[in-house]
């Protein structure tokens, strides 16, 4: 299982960002948010989701983190360079935390859910579930634990009740407009 920062130490596509957070605890969200944006990179990153390209990393690109308190997932909106959101992609994980630095973490499950902005889910990374499964990284209970988690999430989308996603472009407007860019 992987421990991963949400200010995303030593990527080397990212030759210049800035990065921010703050800790909300307001009636629509409890947790961690993070700001993390992209001001010079080596190059694009272009993944394939829901069957077609999609630009993820590029200059001007921002990145928001969501950690909700007392969940098994956290959420990153990508906004491209005009602001406009371009997939939400959600982490499905055993726990989440805050480094002494004060960087919000979580320990990856490796199951995703990626999300488009007309709601079309695609989950990813099964294979690799199983993998650390099979291999010990992950027991039994914790493998099950990634499914339910799964199955929950894409249920509420489904039905449109996952609000943390409606609340990307607020976050998001908040860490702008905060001090600590």
Not at 34 to 48: I, K, N, Q
Not at 61 to 87: C, I, M, N
Not at 91 to 107: A, H, K, Y
Not at 149 to 175: F, K, P, W, Y
């Amino acid at each position: 299982m992987e421990r991963k920062l949400a200010n995303l130490p030593g990527w080397k596509r990212i030759i210049q960002s800035r990065f921010c957070g703050s800790h909300l605890d307001t009636p629509e969200f409890k947790g961690h948010i993070t700001l993390y944006c992209m001001d010079a990179v080596s190059a694009p990153l272009v993944v394939e989701y829901f069957k077609r390209k999609i630009c993820i990393v590029d200059a001007g690109y921002v990145w928001l983190k969501q950690f909700p308190s007392g969940e098994h997932f956290t959420v990153t909106a990508h906004f491209d360079d005009e602001a406009r959101l371009v997939l939400w992609y959600i982490d499905i994980c055993l726990r989440t935390g805050v480094s002494q630095e004060q960087i919000p973490w979580m320990d990856d499950l490796y199951l995703d859910l990626v999300v488009s902005p007309t709601m079309e889910v695609e989950l990813k990374d099964a294979d690799e579930l199983l993998a650390a499964r099979e291999s010990g990284q992950i027991s039994a209970a914790e493998f099950d634990l990634a499914w339910r988690e799964a199955d929950r999430l894409m249920e509420l989308i489904a039905q449109n009740r996952l609000g943390l996603l409606t609340l990307s472009d607020v976050h998001r407007q908040m860490l702008l407009q905060s001090d600590s860019l």
